[in-house]
């Protein structure tokens, strides 16, 4: 693990350039809500504010205050395609994204505070502590889809085409039928989470014990909190405390929590915390991330400042003999932390596992049926696959 911990650390670094955070404003605090797209920014603040709505259309040069028909504060913001939404504790707003003028958009939801939605395929979710709704572009109206949530007080929400996940104090759930069924991850994870989100194949959730992955393809669960900071390690596990929001822009995932803000560096799955700046919600347009730092006003950074250095991939100069094979194969790497080791038939069937955690491994294949097979491994610097044939 000491190993682990050092190769990762040397290979994977935040290359920050010159310049740091801009202030765009402290004019409309607090700010807990935003969205951007082309040169418009929108913060959204809490109802004791003097305005619902801080708007610029000159990327923060200048601001003006708006307020929704029902002056209650935002809770979220987002758009898609033409349209920019808004959650309120009365409702949800919208407006076109071309001119600024917010009308209702609430038909068919019930009395409940709206906290986010989520957009997908034309199709809109939208979560209050206890229910999901939908409605497809063109509807008249929400349906409820979720009467009871599966899991309890929603935090989040996140969709794509086939997938509807929640957050909640007691665990995860996940729908492939638009609500009509959950599944609920094992009972090792009924905890509180409060923020998800979906990258490709990948279902990352957090919470205060952490932030984990899921691989949907095969249901995989990891803890990948490596590069966090803890606010305590109380027995049995650390506690990194809340987490407000994922965001995801140019190929990145970034995350923010009470401890900071952090990129992942996706091909260790480390977190690299990002100096600077709180954030209470995170938007981007096509080269800046802008963040809603709560009585600090909203902050942008240019995207292009925030990359991580790819890690040396030490598996390229793998060795593996004799090949083809009788009873044993010999593997030689120059890797310092364990690694993974499986092997494929050429359908991709898995046909074994296990671990490489030493420079030097006999492993025997005596059981293995005449045939070519395909040798994967992977660690934290890389992944790898070789072709070997067992005679």
């Not at 691989?215 to 390690?233: H, K, P, R, T, Y």
């Not at 598996?315 to 932390?337: C, G, H, K, V």
């Not at 359908?347 to 296990?354: L, P």
Request: hydrophobic share 40%; aromatic share 10%; net charge negative.
């Amino acid at each position: 693990m000491k190993n682990l911990l050092l190769t990762t650390v040397f290979f994977c670094s935040l290359h920050l350039a010159s310049a740091q955070w801009v202030t765009l404003t402290t004019d409309f605090t607090p700010n807990y809500a935003v969205t951007a797209f082309d040169s418009i920014i929108i913060g959204g603040s809490f109802s004791s504010a003097a305005f619902d709505l801080a708007v610029s259309c000159d990327f923060g040069q200048t601001w003006t205050g708006h307020n929704l028909p029902s002056q209650n504060g935002v809770s979220y913001l987002n758009f898609c395609d033409s349209m920019i939404y808004a959650c309120t504790p009365t409702g949800i707003f919208r407006s076109a994204k071309n001119e600024i003028n917010w009308l209702s958009f609430s038909e068919g939801l019930q009395s409940d505070y709206i906290k986010k939605i989520c957009i997908a395929d034309s199709i809109i979710q939208a979560i209050s502590n206890s229910k999901v709704y939908k409605r497809i572009a063109g509807d008249a109206s929400w349906t409820t889809i979720v009467e009871t949530s599966p899991v309890q007080y929603i935090e989040d929400i996140a969709c794509n085409a086939n997938l509807i996940a929640l957050a909640g104090v007691n665990g995860i759930a996940e729908s492939y039928d638009q609500g009509q069924s959950w599944t609920l991850w094992p009972p090792d994870y009924t905890h509180s989470w409060e923020a998800l989100t979906i990258k490709g194949d990948t279902l990352i959730v957090a919470g205060g014990r952490g932030i984990f992955r899921k691989l949907l393809s095969n249901g995989n669960i990891a803890n990948v909190s490596s590069g966090l900071d803890q606010l305590w390690s109380p027995e049995p596990s650390p506690y990194y405390g809340s987490f407000y929001a994922f965001h995801q822009a140019g190929g990145r995932v970034f995350v923010s929590g009470e401890t900071g803000l952090y990129l992942l560096s996706d091909l260790t799955w480390t977190w690299i915390k990002i100096p600077g700046t709180a954030a209470e919600a995170l938007a981007s347009n096509q080269e800046t991330l802008i963040v809603a730092a709560g009585y600090g006003g909203l902050r942008a950074r240019q995207l292009s400042e925030l990359t991580i250095s790819r890690p040396v991939n030490q598996l390229t100069s793998i060795s593996l003999y004799p090949n083809p094979a009788d009873d044993f194969l010999i593997i030689e790497t120059p890797i310092t932390q364990t690694a993974n080791l499986h092997i494929f038939s050429m359908s991709g069937k898995k046909i074994m596992q296990s671990q490489l955690d030493q420079s030097t491994t006999s492993l025997s294949i005596r059981h293995l049926p005449q045939g070519v097979y395909f040798l994967k491994i992977e660690s934290e610097s890389g992944v790898r696959v070789i072709k070997f044939v067992k005679k």
